[in-house]
C-alpha cells in the first residue's frame, strides 16, 4: 500500500455488497489510510451487507436518503462528528432507474418513474455538493468522485433513460465544479466505468451479451470493479490535485475503439 490518503476524512455512499465498486472503494480507502463514513438509502441498507464493511473498515453508517436535503445535512454535520473533522473526500454511487426495473422501453417511458430516477442518480450529486458547500464542509482540495456510465455520450438501446439521467450527472459535476473549485478548490469529477459485474449492473436486461460484447472491444478489456476503486483512490488523493470537471473514462480504451479484430473476427466466422 501506498498510505496515499493517510489522514484524510471522506463519506461513501452505495455500498449495497462485495460487488459493489463503493464497496471495493471503501476497502482500499481502508488499505491506503483513510477513515470514512459509510451511508446509504435506509431500504437499500435493509437489502444489503453494509454493517460487515462497517466492522472489516472500522467505520460507521450514517443512514440517508440522497434526495432529502434534511437527511444530507444531517450526513455532513454527522460524519464531520464522527470523524473529528471537515471531509476530504466523497464518493457519489447513487443509481437507480424503475423505467429498467420494470422493463420499460425507452419511447414508452413512465414519466414519474423518469423524474425519480433524475432526483435518485443525478440531482442526488447537485443536493449533495449544495449541503456540502452551504455547511463548509468539504476541505480545501478535497476530492468528489461520482460513478457514470459512458451511456451519457453514446446510445445504448437497454440502458433507456438511465442514459439521459447519466448525462445530467456528468453536466452537474462540471457546472458544480467550476463554482465549488472557485470558491474552496474543491474539485468534482465523474469516473465513466466499464460494464461492470455488480449487483445494479445484472439487473440489466442483456447485460450478459454486451458485457462479453464490451470486453471483446476494450484493448485491455473491461475494467472490472476492484480496479475502478483503485482509480478512485488516486482521484482521492493529493496526485491529482489539478484535475478537476472532468468525465474521466476507465474502460480499458473502450471509448476509444471503433472496432476490434475480435469482433471483426467473429462477425466474419459468423458471415462465412
Not at 109 to 131: C, P, R, T, W
Request: glycine letters at 8%; a negative charge; proline letters at 3%.
Amino acid at each position: 500500500m501506498y498510505n496515499l490518503l493517510k489522514g484524510k476524512r471522506g463519506i461513501i455512499s452505495g455500498a449495497l455488497d462485495q460487488n459493489s465498486i463503493a464497496w471495493k472503494v471503501a476497502e482500499k480507502a481502508h488499505e491506503e489510510g483513510a477513515v470514512f463514513v459509510l451511508t446509504n438509502a435506509p431500504i437499500a441498507m435493509r437489502m444489503g451487507e453494509i454493517n460487515t464493511l462497517a466492522e472489516a473498515t472500522g467505520s460507521q453508517i450514517v443512514p440517508a436518503d440522497a434526495t432529502s436535503v434534511e437527511d444530507l445535512t444531517n450526513l455532513f454535520t454527522q460524519s464531520q462528528e464522527i470523524l473529528g473533522g471537515k471531509i476530504d473526500f466523497v464518493l457519489h454511487s447513487i443509481g437507480m432507474s424503475v423505467n429498467i426495473r420494470k422493463k420499460i422501453p425507452y419511447p414508452e417511458l413512465n414519466y414519474e418513474y423518469f423524474q425519480k430516477g433524475i432526483d435518485v442518480s443525478a440531482l442526488s450529486l447537485h443536493k449533495m455538493l449544495s449541503v456540502a458547500k452551504k455547511l463548509d464542509a468539504i476541505n480545501e482540495w478535497g476530492s468528489v468522485v461520482a460513478l457514470t456510465y459512458m451511456a451519457a455520450q453514446r446510445t445504448y438501446p437497454f440502458y433507456t433513460d438511465m442514459a439521459d439521467i447519466k448525462a445530467m450527472l456528468e453536466s452537474i459535476a462540471r457546472s458544480f465544479g467550476y463554482h465549488y473549485g472557485l470558491d474552496k478548490k474543491v474539485r468534482i469529477n465523474t469516473v465513466s466505468q466499464s460494464p461492470t459485474k455488480t449487483t445494479a449492473g445484472t439487473g440489466i436486461k442483456g447485460f450478459g451479451s454486451f458485457y462479453d460484447y464490451a470486453d471483446a472491444i476494450a484493448p485491455l478489456g473491461n475494467a472490472d470493479a476492484e480496479s475502478c476503486a483503485d482509480y478512485c483512490i488516486t482521484l482521492f488523493s493529493d496526485l491529482t490535485r489539478m484535475v478537476t470537471m472532468q468525465n474521466l473514462f476507465h474502460d480499458g480504451g473502450y471509448s476509444s475503439t471503433g472496432v476490434s479484430d475480435d469482433v471483426m473476427y467473429r462477425l466474419g466466422v459468423e458471415n462465412s
